[in-house]
Nanobody
Framework: VQLQASGGGLVQPGGSLRLSCAAS????????MAWYRQAPGKQRELVAI???????TYADSVKGRFTISRDNAKNTVYLQMNSLQPEDTAVYYC?????????WGQGTLVTVSS
């Protein structure tokens, strides 16, 4: 299984970005997909996770601002980020967890700055 993330960039405070992460591979199975982030000098943290059913869970720091969604037909997970703040600056990683494996994408940088 491989993950290809995209959508990062530079945005001003209060702005929005949408991240995408597409999964591919012949060993793809029913899975949960998630977004993590790692800010400079900090540990990687869970941002949001979505089950195959569509049930989503969020970190307290992003509740009400970020929305995770998935398109199962395209094996793609999205992260809509609104009202971005400088503290959201980080490298964002997508993750796919299925029975027997956990796969990470390459990371995409989100910078929130004026």
């Amino acid at each position: 299984v491989q993950l290809q993330a995209s959508g990062g960039g530079l945005v001003q405070p209060g702005g929005s970005l949408r991240l995408s992460c597409a999964a591919s591979g012949s060993s793809l199975r029913p899975n949960a997909m998630a977004w993590y982030r790692q800010a400079p000098g900090k540990q990687r943290e869970l941002v949001a996770i979505i089950a195959l059913s569509g049930r989503a869970t969020y970190a307290d720091s992003v509740k009400g601002r970020f929305t995770i969604s998935r398109d199962n037909a395209k094996n793609t997970v999205y992260l809509q980020m609104n009202s971005l703040q400088p503290e959201d600056t980080a490298v964002y990683y997508c993750n796919l967890a299925q029975v027997g494996s956990s796969v990470w994408g390459q990371g995409t940088l989100v910078t929130v700055s004026s």
